[in-house]
């Protein structure tokens, strides 16, 4: 467990400086902002405010759950967003417009998205659940890739994307929009009820989201190598041994 989360820890670093590198040569056109609890009690909040010069456009957000081990871990949900005009657009979870609002397990869009899993499985424990332990979970954080088109303006027809996530993000550290601690552990200090903003959180740039996994996801494919090499030396060992 320490061996994976010092990779995840390493490859998040590494994956923060793939998207400074890549957004040092942006052209940013819009700025997101995370907040929790902020203009509805116990939901995750965006703020997307548009200085494109134009409007967004089919605007959606893929979530991805990320975090191995976790309830949500593997769930994907794509959800299209209204047209974005020029200052803030606020995003409410359990207010987005044709998204589910439900608190239920595995609904990324949950109006109390920290509390859709309950205490899961029964009787879950653990001494970070400080808020409220019978509603304990290892619920799991997701990811965010926004994409969108600018009508008008100087970069009219122009596609536009942001990959972020509370591990991954602009800010260089783990921002906890969603309510949910750096392991995805509800009902600890980050469910929180005071409407912090985190600053920005992520930054709109034109072209398309690159391919980078999730730190987690590379992780786990380095653990899976370093088995493998370890199995291809004991067996090497045991051929030298019987020779």
């Excluded at 001494?127 to 008008?152: M, Q, Y």
């Excluded at 309510?179 to 072209?207: C, N, W, Y």
Aim: net charge negative; aromatic share 8%; glycine share 12%.
């Amino acid at each position: 467990m320490n061996l994976r989360n010092s990779l995840i820890g390493s490859l998040s670093a590494v994956a923060m400086v793939t998207l400074a590198a890549s957004a040092a040569h942006a052209t940013t056109v819009a700025t997101i902002v995370g907040a929790y609890d902020n203009l509805v009690y116990d939901t995750p909040e965006l703020q997307f405010t548009n200085t494109s010069g134009g409007t967004l456009i089919n605007a959606q957000m893929v979530l991805r759950g990320y975090q191995p081990g976790t309830l949500n871990f593997g769930v994907v949900q794509t959800v299209a967003l209204p047209n974005m005009g020029a200052g803030t657009t606020i995003l409410d979870w359990g207010s987005i417009p044709g998204a589910p609002s439900s608190t239920t397990p595995g609904n990324l869009t949950a109006y109390d998205y920290d509390d859709e899993w309950g205490n899961t499985p029964p009787g879950y424990t653990n001494p970070g659940c400080i808020v409220n332990a019978s509603l304990c979970s290892l619920e799991g954080n997701f990811s965010v890739t926004f994409t969108a088109t600018i009508s008008g303006g100087a970069f009219n027809g122009s596609p536009v994307f942001s990959v972020f996530s509370p591990t991954n993000n602009f800010t260089g550290s783990f921002v906890g929009w969603e309510g949910l601690d750096p392991t995805g552990l509800t009902e600890t200090t980050f469910d929180q009820h005071s409407g912090t903003f985190s600053g920005t959180m992520a930054i709109v740039q034109i072209g398309t989201p690159p391919n980078v996994p999730e730190p987690a996801t590379w992780a786990l494919m380095l653990v899976g190598l370093g088995g493998l090499g370890v199995a291809i030396r004991s067996r090497r060992r045991s051929l030298a041994a019987t020779a």
